[in-house]
């Protein structure tokens, strides 16, 4: 659950990073001691749009789940294995045969 911290409660290093962030409309990081990221400020727009992508691409992830409900998943698991395997395949085989003009003399 997302929680909410008031501007007004925080310090002025922070509100100058959020007000830079507001007006140059980009993302601007947090970073602990060791300087590892740890979290990050975005523009509300910025933030909508994100979540907006994020909600859009899990809503394809979700039907395709719904479709594939009442199939077994090692079978589904056989059947991705075998695709790629041919892929792999047909890959091969076409790696190996040169029709360049380079290739002859």
């Given amino acids: 659950m997302s929680q909410i911290l008031k501007l007004q409660d925080t310090d002025n290093t ?3 990073l959020v007000e830079s962030s507001r007006r140059n409309g980009e993302e601007c990081f947090v970073q ?3 300087g590892e990221p740890v ?3 975005l523009p509300m727009e910025l933030y ?3 979540r907006q992508e994020w909600e859009e691409d899990f809503a394809v ?3 395709v789940r ?3 409900k009442h199939y077994d998943p090692e079978f589904v698991e056989g059947q991705i294995a075998k695709a790629i395997a041919e892929i792999k395949a047909e890959s091969d085989a076409s790696n190996t045969t040169c029709t360049c003009a ?3 003399s």
């Fill in 14 to 16: 922070f509100r100058r």
């Fill in 32 to 34: 602990d001691e060791r």
């Fill in 39 to 41: 979290a990050v400020v």
């Fill in 48 to 50: 909508r749009l994100y």
């Fill in 61 to 63: 992830v979700d039907r």
């Fill in 66 to 68: 719904e479709k594939m």
């Fill in 102 to 104: 380079a290739g002859r």
